[in-house]
Protein backbone atom coordinates (compact mmCIF):
# COMPACT_ATOMS: atom_id res chain seq x y z
CA UNK A 1 0.00 0.00 0.00
CA UNK A 2 1.19 2.82 -1.10
CA UNK A 3 0.22 5.86 1.58
CA UNK A 4 -0.54 9.51 0.34
CA UNK A 5 0.21 12.20 1.86
CA UNK A 6 -3.19 13.81 3.90
CA UNK A 7 -1.42 17.48 4.04
CA UNK A 8 0.32 18.10 0.93
CA UNK A 9 1.14 21.83 3.12
CA UNK A 10 4.35 21.58 4.52
CA UNK A 11 4.55 23.47 8.19
CA UNK A 12 7.75 25.85 8.86
CA UNK A 13 8.81 23.13 10.90
CA UNK A 14 9.11 20.58 8.11
CA UNK A 15 10.75 23.09 5.55
CA UNK A 16 13.01 23.85 8.31
CA UNK A 17 14.14 20.12 9.47
CA UNK A 18 14.24 19.71 5.65
CA UNK A 19 16.63 22.97 4.92
CA UNK A 20 18.76 21.75 8.00
CA UNK A 21 19.03 17.99 6.64
CA UNK A 22 20.36 19.96 3.54
CA UNK A 23 23.22 22.07 5.00
CA UNK A 24 24.32 18.99 6.87
CA UNK A 25 25.66 17.75 3.13
CA UNK A 26 28.68 19.32 1.55
CA UNK A 27 27.30 18.84 -2.06
CA UNK A 28 23.41 17.91 -2.13
CA UNK A 29 23.61 17.15 -6.16
CA UNK A 30 26.10 14.71 -5.67
CA UNK A 31 24.84 13.12 -2.34
CA UNK A 32 21.21 12.04 -2.90
CA UNK A 33 20.81 8.97 -1.40
CA UNK A 34 22.94 10.59 1.76
CA UNK A 35 20.19 13.07 1.75
CA UNK A 36 17.04 10.77 1.17
CA UNK A 37 19.21 8.60 4.31
CA UNK A 38 18.95 11.77 6.46
CA UNK A 39 15.37 12.61 5.21
CA UNK A 40 14.27 9.07 6.13
CA UNK A 41 16.01 9.07 9.70
CA UNK A 42 13.85 12.16 10.12
CA UNK A 43 10.52 10.87 9.04
CA UNK A 44 11.01 7.42 9.32
CA UNK A 45 9.93 7.22 5.78
CA UNK A 46 9.60 9.02 2.76
CA UNK A 47 6.41 11.41 2.02
CA UNK A 48 6.06 12.72 -1.61
CA UNK A 49 5.91 16.16 -0.07
CA UNK A 50 9.04 16.35 1.36
CA UNK A 51 10.64 14.96 -1.52
CA UNK A 52 9.04 17.55 -3.47
CA UNK A 53 10.12 19.98 -1.10
CA UNK A 54 13.91 18.86 -1.01
CA UNK A 55 14.27 18.51 -4.55
CA UNK A 56 12.32 21.93 -5.17
CA UNK A 57 15.13 23.46 -2.92
CA UNK A 58 18.13 21.95 -3.76
CA UNK A 59 17.73 21.93 -7.49
CA UNK A 60 17.69 18.79 -8.44
CA UNK A 61 14.78 16.74 -10.45
CA UNK A 62 11.60 14.99 -7.84
CA UNK A 63 12.38 11.96 -10.91
CA UNK A 64 15.85 11.46 -9.52
CA UNK A 65 15.35 11.34 -5.89
CA UNK A 66 11.75 9.20 -6.49
CA UNK A 67 13.90 6.86 -8.78
CA UNK A 68 16.32 6.46 -5.92
CA UNK A 69 13.86 5.65 -3.87
CA UNK A 70 12.40 3.26 -5.39
CA UNK A 71 15.48 1.65 -6.59
CA UNK A 72 16.95 0.84 -3.32
CA UNK A 73 14.95 -1.30 -0.79
CA UNK A 74 16.36 0.50 2.15
CA UNK A 75 14.04 3.37 1.66
CA UNK A 76 10.14 3.35 2.67
CA UNK A 77 7.57 5.27 0.88
CA UNK A 78 4.66 4.36 3.07
CA UNK A 79 4.71 5.01 6.72
CA UNK A 80 6.39 2.14 8.55
CA UNK A 81 3.67 0.00 10.76
CA UNK A 82 4.09 0.01 14.80
CA UNK A 83 5.90 -3.13 14.45
CA UNK A 84 8.36 -4.43 11.83
CA UNK A 85 8.70 -7.60 11.10
CA UNK A 86 11.73 -8.97 9.37
CA UNK A 87 12.17 -12.36 7.63
CA UNK A 88 15.34 -13.42 6.62
CA UNK A 89 16.02 -15.26 3.35
CA UNK A 90 20.07 -15.84 3.65
CA UNK A 91 21.15 -19.48 2.51
CA UNK A 92 20.30 -20.94 5.51
CA UNK A 93 16.98 -19.75 6.05
CA UNK A 94 16.29 -20.04 2.60
CA UNK A 95 16.81 -23.72 2.63
CA UNK A 96 14.80 -24.41 5.71
CA UNK A 97 11.84 -22.85 4.56
CA UNK A 98 12.47 -18.90 4.84
CA UNK A 99 9.67 -18.32 1.23
CA UNK A 100 7.17 -20.55 3.55
CA UNK A 101 6.99 -18.16 6.35
CA UNK A 102 7.67 -15.10 4.39
CA UNK A 103 4.46 -16.07 2.03
CA UNK A 104 2.40 -17.38 5.36
CA UNK A 105 2.77 -13.97 6.66
CA UNK A 106 1.96 -12.31 3.84
CA UNK A 107 -0.93 -14.21 3.77
CA UNK A 108 -2.11 -13.47 6.82
CA UNK A 109 -1.17 -9.44 6.92
CA UNK A 110 -2.53 -9.67 3.32
CA UNK A 111 0.73 -7.71 2.50
CA UNK A 112 3.17 -7.78 0.48
CA UNK A 113 7.30 -7.18 1.37
CA UNK A 114 7.56 -3.70 1.82
CA UNK A 115 3.97 -2.50 3.16
CA UNK A 116 2.14 -2.18 5.73
CA UNK A 117 -1.07 -3.79 6.73
CA UNK A 118 -4.13 -0.67 6.75
CA UNK A 119 -4.26 -0.52 10.39
CA UNK A 120 -0.77 0.38 10.54
CA UNK A 121 0.13 -2.23 12.79
CA UNK A 122 2.86 -4.34 10.92
CA UNK A 123 5.07 -3.74 8.14
CA UNK A 124 7.01 -6.38 6.37
CA UNK A 125 10.53 -6.30 4.96
CA UNK A 126 12.88 -9.38 3.75
CA UNK A 127 16.32 -9.08 4.25
CA UNK A 128 19.37 -11.16 3.42
CA UNK A 129 20.85 -12.30 7.06
CA UNK A 130 19.90 -11.67 10.32
CA UNK A 131 23.25 -13.28 11.35
CA UNK A 132 21.11 -16.98 12.98
CA UNK A 133 21.85 -19.49 10.52
CA UNK A 134 21.81 -21.92 13.28
CA UNK A 135 18.11 -21.02 14.68
CA UNK A 136 16.07 -21.03 10.40
CA UNK A 137 14.42 -20.06 9.38
CA UNK A 138 13.92 -16.83 11.67
CA UNK A 139 12.28 -14.37 11.78
CA UNK A 140 12.45 -10.68 13.77
CA UNK A 141 10.10 -8.79 15.06
CA UNK A 142 10.87 -5.99 16.81
CA UNK A 143 14.59 -6.77 17.51
CA UNK A 144 12.93 -9.62 18.80
CA UNK A 145 14.21 -13.00 17.11
CA UNK A 146 12.39 -16.03 16.96
CA UNK A 147 14.26 -18.98 15.49
CA UNK A 148 13.28 -22.72 14.06
CA UNK A 149 9.65 -20.85 12.94
CA UNK A 150 7.55 -22.97 11.24
CA UNK A 151 4.31 -21.59 9.48
CA UNK A 152 2.03 -23.19 12.11
CA UNK A 153 3.62 -20.92 14.66
CA UNK A 154 3.12 -17.61 12.50
CA UNK A 155 -0.32 -16.74 13.88
CA UNK A 156 0.26 -17.25 17.46
CA UNK A 157 4.08 -15.31 17.28
CA UNK A 158 2.24 -12.18 15.82
CA UNK A 159 -0.74 -11.81 18.80
CA UNK A 160 1.93 -11.51 20.68
CA UNK A 161 2.26 -8.29 18.95
CA UNK A 162 -1.96 -7.08 18.89
Known sequence: MK?????KELSWMEKNEIEKIIRSV??????????L?????KYKWLQDKHMEYLAETTGISYTDLYGIATFYT???LHPPGRHKISVCMGTGCHVK????ILEKLKDILDIDVNETTEDRRF??????CLGCCGLAPVIDIDG???????????????????
Open 3 to 7: EEDTN
Open 26 to 35: EDPKYQKIEL
Open 37 to 41: QKLQG
Open 74 to 76: QFK
Open 97 to 100: GGKK
Open 123 to 128: SLDQVR
Open 144 to 162: ETFGRVSTKEIEGILKEFK
